[in-house]
C-alpha cells in the first residue's frame, strides 16, 4: 500500500514532496540556542522559512531536551505557546504544530488555530492526550516511548512502541492515517547510545510496513555529535548527511532548523528514491513490499488482521538471505545443497565441484530465514566439519541482526 494522506490539506506520502517541518523555538532552555527566537522577531523568522520552503512550522515553548534547565511547567509552557500562536495564525501559509505533551497546552493551542499536535511521548506523558487529538480529530505526530519520550533502546523496541501507540490510537477511534510516525532519533534517556540511532537511521525502510507518514527529526541531534564531536551550532552537515540517508529510505517529513539547506539535500534524495512499484485498477491494488526485519513482517501482517500466531509462524518465511561460505570440501559443498534444497531454499557451487573434479570449493546458499534455521539445525549433526561451518552460519546470521556487531565501532 502506497503512503497518501491529507493533513490539514497537505498532501503527505510516497507520491508527493518530502514535506519541511521549520523548528521554531520559543525556550531558552533549548539545546541549540540558535534556534531560540522571541516574539519580536517570530513573524519575521517563520515567514523566511515558509519562504525558503517550509509547508509545516513545528513551535516548541518549552525544551524537550532531557538535560534542559531549568524544566518549566503547563503554566509557563502556555503563556508562551498562546501568545506565539496568536501573532501565526492566518499570517503565514504553513501548517502549525505545536511540540508539547500537556493535553491541557494542546487543547489551547488548538483553539488558538494550532492545526497539529507533535507529542514526543507518544500519547505517554499525559494520559488525556490521545482524548485531545480524538475529541478535535487533529492530525498527531507521534513519537516512539513507552515509559518516557524516546526510551526504546534499537529499532525492535522502536517498531513496538510505534505499533503499541497506533494501537491504543485506532482503539480510541482515531483515524491512525492521521498520526505522523516519529522513530525518536536523539539522547533521549541517559543509556542511549549513538549506536542505536546509527540502526535506526540505516534501517529506516523498516517503518514503511506501518504504512503511515514517517517523520524524521535529525537535525543537529547527538548521533551527528558523537560522530563529529561538534557542538550544535557545528553540525549542520553532519544534519545534512543524516537527512540525504532517511530521504533515500523513505521519510516523508523532515524537521529542520535549516530550511533552505535542508530543502536542496531532501530534493536530491528524493529523486534518486525508487518509486514503491504499485498497480491500482478500480478497488484492486497490488504492491511489492520490501520486508527488511522479520519482525517488520509481524507488524504488517497484524495490520491486516493476521492472528497473531500466524503472523509469529510466517514472520521468518518473509525474508531472504544468500549467505557465502567459502573453501570446504566438494563433498560438504553438495551435502549443504542436498539440505537446502530440501527445505525449499537452493545453492549454487562452481561446476567442477558438482562432478567431483575438485576437492575444494565455495557454495552459496539462498534461502529464507527459516530455511536457515532448519539447516543450521540439520547441519549440526553431520559429519566432517559440517557441525562447525553450521555454527559459523548461524553466527554470521546473527551479527547481520545484531545492533552492536553492525555499529560499535571507534568514533
Known amino acids: 500500500m502506497v503512503v497518501d494522506v491529507d493533513i490539514c490539506g497537505l498532501k503527505v506520502g510516497d507520491e508527493h514532496p518530502v514535506r519541511l517541518m521549520g523548528v521554531i523555538n520559543l525556550s531558552k532552555e533549548s539545546f541549540y540556542k540558535g534556534s531560540v527566537v522571541s516574539n ?25 531536551w532531557p538535560l534542559a534547565s531549568p524544566v518549566i511547567g503547563e503554566e509557563e509552557e502556555r503563556n508562551r505557546m498562546i501568545p506565539a500562536l496568536d501573532i501565526l495564525k492566518d499570517n503565514v501559509d504553513a501548517l502549525i504544530s505545536v511540540d508539547t505533551v500537556y493535553s491541557s497546552v494542546a487543547k489551547e493551542s488548538l483553539k488558538h488555530g494550532a492545526d497539529i499536535i507533535n507529542d514526543v511521548s507518544g500519547f505517554t506523558t499525559n494520559p488525556e492526550m490521545i482524548d ?9 505526530v507521534v513519537m516512539a516511548s513507552e515509559e518516557v519520550p524516546g ?50 537511521i540505516d534501517q529506516f525502510e523498516s517503518l514503511r510496513v506501518f504504512e503511515k507518514p514517517i517523520l524524521a527529526a535529525v537535525s543537529r541531534k547527538s548521533c551527528i555529535d558523537a560522530v563529529l564531536h561538534k557542538p550544535a551550532s557545528e553540525r549542520l552537515y553532519g544534519s545534512l548527511a543524516a537527512t540525504a540517508i532517511v530521504v533515500h529510505k523513505g521519510a516523508h517529513m523532515i524537521r529542520t532548523h535549516d530550511i533552505p539547506e535542508t530543502k536542496d539535500v531532501v530534493e536530491v534524495a528524493a529523486a534518486m528514491r525508487r518509486r ?65 534444497l530440501a527445505r525449499g531454499g537452493d545453492a549454487a557451487l562452481e561446476r567442477d565441484a558438482v562432478s567431483h573434479e575438485t576437492e575444494k570449493t ?16 540439520k547441519l549440526s549433526f553431520q559429519a566432517r566439519n559440517l557441525p562447525l561451518i553450521a555454527e559459523m552460519i548461524a553466527e554470521a546470521l546473527e551479527n547481520d541482526m545484531d545492533v552492536e556487531h553492525g555499529y560499535l565501532r571507534e568514533l
Open 132 to 140: 485531545i487529538v480524538a475529541d478535535y480529530d487533529c492530525p498527531a
Open 40 to 64: 519580536d522577531s517570530l513573524l519575521n523568522v517563520a515567514q523566511k522559512m515558509v519562504d525558503d520552503g517550509a509547508t509545516i512550522l513545528d513551535i516548541g515553548a518549552r525544551s524537550t
Open 151 to 200: 526510551d526504546p533502546l534499537g529499532m525492535d523496541a522502536i517498531m513496538r512502541s510505534l505499533a503499541d501507540i497506533i494501537s491504543k490510537a485506532d482503539a480510541k477511534g482515531i483515524d491512525t492515517d492521521k498520526l505522523i510516525l516519529d522513530p525518536a532519533i536523539g539522547k533521549w534517556i541517559a543509556e542511549k547510545d549513538p549506536i542505536f540511532d546509527f540502526e535506526t
Open 362 to 377: 565455495d557454495v552459496l546458499i539462498i534461502g529464507t530465514v527459516l530455511q536457515f534455521e532448519k539447516l543450521v539445525y
Open 276 to 340: 514503491q512499484p504499485f498497480v491500482k485498477d478500480g478497488d484492486f491494488e497490488v504492491t511489492v513490499t520490501d520486508i527488511v526485519h522479520p519482525d517488520d513482517a509481524e507488524y504488517l501482517m497484524k495490520s491486516m488482521g493476521v492472528t497473531g500466531t500466524g503472523a509469529k509462524v510466517m514472520k521468518n518465511k518473509t525474508v531472504s538471505k544468500v549467505v557465502r561460505v567459502n573453501n570446504i570440501t566438494t563433498t560438504e559443498a553438495l551435502i549443504i545443497k542436498q539440505e537446502i
